[in-house]
T-cell receptor, first 114, second 113 residues
Framework: GEDVEQSLFLSVREGDSSVINCTYTDSSSTYLYWYKQEPGAGLQLLTYIFSNMDMKQDQRLTVLLNKKDKHLSLRIADTQTGDSAIYFCAERTNHGGATNKLIFGTGTLLAVQP | NAGVTQTPKFQVLKTGQSMTLQCAQDMNHNSMYWYRQDPGMGLRLIYYSASEGTTDKGEVPNGYNVSRLNKREFSLRLESAAPSQTSVYFC????????????FGNGTRLTVT
C-alpha cells in the first residue's frame, strides 16, 4: 500500500543545520513535496522535486532524493527560530489516469532553540 | 492575491446539526480538494474535484458531501455532524489534478459536541 513516514520531532539550535527525513513506499511516485505548517495556518509549499532528480537546492533548502531506498530529506541550513513549524513530506503517486493521489506523511515538528 | 480562502475559520456544532464549509480560489486552478487534519493522522483526503463539473471520493468521504459550484468554488457539507468529525478542515487547489503542487487555505477548525 501507499505510506509516507516521518519522525515526529526534531530539536536543533539556532544557526545549526536541520535535516528532516521521510520514507515512502510507492515506487511510482512522480513528484515529492515538502510543506511547512505554522501554528493555526494552512500548509505552505516549500519546495518539490521530480522523481528523476537526485537533488534540488533553493536558497537555504536542499532536498535529497534516494529513489532506490525511497528516502527523501529536507536540509535547512542556518536554521532560524522562524523555521519552527511542522514539516510535511508528500508524494504524488502515479496509478494512471488524469488524477493521481497526494499522500502526506504525519509531519515532523521542528523546534529551534535560541 | 488571496490564493485559497476558507470560511468560516472556526465553528462549533451540536451533534446532528448541518453546515457547509466554503472554499474559493482565485488562481484559475482546475482542481480542488478537501482534507481533514487530525493529530497523528496527517492529512486525509475527503473529496476532490479534478475539474469543474466533476467530484470524486477520497480516503474518508463518509458523512460528507461536496459541490463544485463553479471553477472558483468548492464547498463541503456535513449533513448530520458527529463528534468524530471534529477536526481541522483544509481546502486546497492545484492547476491540474496530475502532478501540480497543492495550494492550501488556512483551515476551518470544527468542533462537534
Amino acid at each position: 500500500g501507499e505510506d509516507v513516514e516521518q519522525s515526529l520531532f526534531l530539536s536543533v539550535r539556532e544557526g545549526d543545520s536541520s535535516v528532516i527525513n521521510c520514507t515512502y513506499t510507492d515506487s511510482s511516485s512522480t513528484y515529492l513535496y515538502w510543506y511547512k505548517q505554522e501554528p493555526g495556518a494552512g500548509l505552505q509549499l516549500l519546495t518539490y522535486i521530480f522523481s528523476n532528480m537526485d537533488m534540488k537546492q533553493d536558497q537555504r533548502l536542499t532536498v535529497l532524493l534516494n529513489k532506490k531506498d525511497k528516502h527523501l530529506s529536507l536540509r535547512i541550513a542556518d536554521t532560524q527560530t522562524g523555521d519552527s513549524a511542522i514539516y510535511f513530506c508528500a508524494e504524488r503517486t502515479n496509478h494512471g489516469g488524469a488524477t493521481n493521489k497526494l499522500i502526506f506523511g504525519t509531519g515532523t515538528l521542528l523546534a529551534v532553540q535560541p | 492575491n488571496a490564493g485559497v480562502t476558507q470560511t468560516p475559520k472556526f465553528q462549533v456544532l451540536k451533534t446532528g446539526q448541518s453546515m457547509t464549509l466554503q472554499c474559493a480560489q482565485d488562481m484559475n486552478h482546475n482542481s480542488m480538494y478537501w482534507y481533514r487534519q487530525d493529530p497523528g493522522m496527517g492529512l486525509r483526503l475527503i473529496y476532490y474535484s479534478a475539474s469543474e463539473g466533476t467530484t470524486d471520493k477520497g480516503e474518508v468521504p463518509n458523512g460528507y458531501n461536496v459541490s463544485r459550484l463553479n471553477k472558483r468554488e468548492f464547498s463541503l457539507r456535513l449533513e448530520s455532524a458527529a463528534p468524530s468529525q471534529t477536526s481541522v478542515y483544509f481546502c486546497a487547489s492545484s492547476e491540474f489534478a496530475a502532478n501540480s503542487p497543492l495550494h492550501f487555505g488556512n483551515g476551518t477548525r470544527l468542533t462537534v459536541t
